[in-house]
């Protein structure tokens, strides 16, 4: 059995699953428009000193001149990899934010790309909801939700690491400020009116000025720093890792640096410029010069999959005194583009010319393999415990993992943590796959379901569950096949795509024959059970139900969750008093074992039959005792289903008051 289903109504049917949760709130959400909107901030502060970008600022006016008559602008600065190009834009940003009243956006499109394409329909969710607009469940609405959301708006938005003229066209509001930034020529946008600018490396002279500025005018030759800026390729995030340096080694002379830069031999041939200017002889003295605790960060940034590191995943791989060796790699410019996740922790971003030096440095390790296995580790175990914390008495087939890991101290902390990872999550999951670690891969998605289901982040979901599906058969668990197939199958049921989710429903039942644990059986019959409801059967989604709750007996949470699944097909069915007995003995079943989960999910159900009786002042009662318990449990989608049923009961019993006041909680709830 699977958990944190919702609950809605399709064509006068009352359905688990979650098939228009978010359209019922965004269709509150957007007869009631709330009358202050958010104004996200954020693009993030420049580093230090800037030089050299004349003419690249004044483009950037340009198209700020044509978004306030009320247009759009696009500007497209393209280049190598640590020419500038990030730190051009936030500095324009952070000197023109009163020109952008209504916030600035940034999306950095690698952590959304996989496998060459870009999960387009999740970032844009992101941009609705920082601009206070809940994203239609249906994410080809997510795109012209979007320009409605930006047509009254004056807003920059910046798009980091691009590399087709088709995303940025699918990201373009209806007004404002959009800048891209891109290692490849785009030309293709200037059909749109982009205007597209090669930003090239820092000349002698202004390298030489930008080194200055750090280390003051009293150090190094003017043909030293000439040659300091040649030697790094005129790429300022080199110049800034080697100018940190030079800042924290006061008797450092600046022609040693050069003379070690002479002396060393190519480098990733990755690392190599246009003009053939070797960045890995900078790296390599980089890399040299930093602690031991520092060099073991430096390669786990090479090891690791995922975008984003912390001092939480160093320190689980052995790293020495992590929180001073993420310290010590910022100061030095390797790491950048803080990330505060809203559960706490802190997340580094390296730049890719960085990742790809540090990849050439670990890449020849004898215990790489082992490190990239304590990475996987790292996720699955947290991944485990963050499941654990969220539901502890859901349906598992992997034992206990991650106990020498910290634990999360609330269900929110816990899922906040998973969303903040879920690149991180994708990527090691595909790594996991290609390595074999079969294992890994399927626990890994089990783990992942209520991220997965309570976010809907479709794209990842379906990807790991089909890699999810392959290691349980590599690893010969038919139990497993079965759990990753279902999983899926709700995501395609989700998604409305019916026959895919049939499909994956028919293949997993082929595999029930091999599976003795007859709970994993019943999550079949569970998920059948909302496709019937889903597809307006609700007297077969009772069969199944009934199904499903055979399979569970003995489990007292299993029963309770397919008691809540079978009302609710009862009541779609017309039998709304038989609903109200099997919930009363599930409540109480509930109540005697602390399934507080559950608890706060049963009224709703319960509200839902009274309305169907007619009783209208039972059923207000319950759906607000259903959502005092998922505010106390920070269960927002939860919350809002319940505001939602208030919303209806209250113009059905003409009580406006009540009405107000949950149209009003919608709104917080949306933004």
């Not at 247009?71 to 500038?84: A, C, E, K, Q, S």
């Not at 595909?430 to 390595?435: I, P, S, V």
């Not at 003795?516 to 307006?536: I, K």
């Amino acid at each position: 059995m699977e958990r944190r289903e919702v609950v809605n109504t399709v064509s006068g049917a009352t359905v688990g699953g979650h098939v228009v949760q978010a359209g019922s709130i965004g269709s509150v959400h957007l007869h009631h428009q709330p009358p202050a909107v958010p104004r996200p901030r954020q693009v993030r502060a420049p580093h230090g000193p800037f030089v050299n970008r004349e003419p690249e600022i004044a483009a950037l006016g340009a198209a700020l001149r044509r978004v306030e008559e009320g247009g759009l602008g696009i500007v497209v600065f393209t280049g190598l990899g640590g020419v500038g190009k990030t730190e051009l834009i936030v500095k324009f940003t952070e000197d023109h934010r009163e020109h952008f009243p209504d916030g600035d956006l940034y999306a950095d499109l690698k952590a959304y790309r996989h496998q060459g394409g870009v999960d387009l329909p999740e970032l844009l969710a992101g941009f609705l909801r920082a601009l206070g607009t809940e994203p239609p469940a249906v994410e080809a609405e997510r795109f012209t939700a979007f320009r409605t959301a930006t047509a009254e708006r004056r807003c920059l938005f910046f798009l980091d690491n691009v590399e087709h003229a088709a995303e940025v066209r699918a990201l373009l509001p209806a007004r404002g400020l959009v800048v891209v930034a891109s290692r490849r020529r785009l030309p293709a946008l200037r059909t749109d009116g982009a205007e597209v600018r090669r930003l090239g490396p820092l000349s002698a002279t202004a390298g030489a000025e930008l080194v200055r500025g750090w280390v003051g005018s009293g150090r190094g030759t003017d043909g030293e720093l000439a040659e300091l800026v040649e030697l790094c390729g005129g790429l300022p995030l080199a110049l800034n890792a080697v100018g940190s340096q030079l800042l924290d080694r006061d008797n450092l002379p600046v022609g040693r640096v050069v003379a070690e830069l002479h002396d060393r031999e190519g480098g990733l041939a990755m690392l190599e410029d246009e003009d053939n200017n070797d960045l890995g002889a900078t790296y390599d003295l980089v890399y040299e010069r930093l602690s031991a605790q520092g060099r073991e960060l430096y390669r786990l940034i090479g090891v690791h999959p995922g975008p984003f590191v912390s001092a939480g995943l160093a320190r689980a791989v052995g790293v020495e005194r992590a929180e001073r060796a993420v310290g010590e790699l910022r100061d030095v410019h390797v790491l950048d583009e803080v990330l505060d996740g809203d559960e706490g922790e802190d997340r580094y971003r390296a730049h890719d010319v960085v990742r790809l030096h540090a990849y050439g440095r670990a890449r020849e390790l004898p215990d790489r393999a082992a490190l990239l296995a304590g990475v996987v580790a790292y996720y699955r175990g947290r991944a485990s415990l963050a499941d654990r914390t969220m539901a502890p008495k859901r349906l598992r087939l992997q034992a206990p993992s991650g106990g020498e890991l910290p634990g999360f101290p609330s269900e929110t902390a816990a899922l906040e943590w998973l969303y903040a990872e879920r690149a991180n999550f994708r990527a090691v999951v595909e790594e996991a796959a290609r390595q074999g670690w079969h294992g890994e891969v399927w626990r890994l998605c089990e783990s992942l379901w209520l991220l997965y289901h309570d976010r809907k982040l479709y794209q990842d979901w379906i990807a790991t569950h089909r890699l999810g599906i392959e290691s349980a058969q590599w690893d010969n668990r038919p139990d497993a096949v079965v759990r990753m197939r279902n999983q899926l199958a709700r995501a395609h049921l989700d998604r409305k795509e019916f026959p895919l989710a049939a499909e994956q429903l028919a293949l997993a039942t082929e595999q029930v024959p091999l599976v003795a644990d007859r709970q994993v059986v019943g999550v079949l019959y569970e998920t059948d059970g909302l496709f019937c409801l889903a597809d307006g059967r609700p007297a077969d989604a009772v069969e199944r139900f009934t199904l499903a709750l055979a399979e569970n007996r003995g489990d007292e949470h299993g029963e309770i969750v397919q008691s809540y699944h079978l009302a609710q097909a009862l009541i779609a069915d017309g039998r709304a008093e038989q609903a109200l007995t099997l919930l009363a003995g599930a409540t109480a079943l509930a109540e005697d074992t602390g399934d507080n989960d559950m608890l706060m999910k049963l009224p709703l159900v319960r509200a839902r039959a009274h309305r169907a009786l007619g009783q209208l002042d039972l059923a207000v009662a319950q759906a607000e005792d259903c959502a005092r318990r998922a505010e106390e449990r920070s269960q927002y989608a939860k919350e809002a289903q319940a505001h939602t049923l208030l919303v209806a009961l209250a113009e059905e019993s003409a009580n406006e008051e009540l009405a107000e006041r949950s149209r009003e909680r919608l709104r917080q709830l949306a933004e």
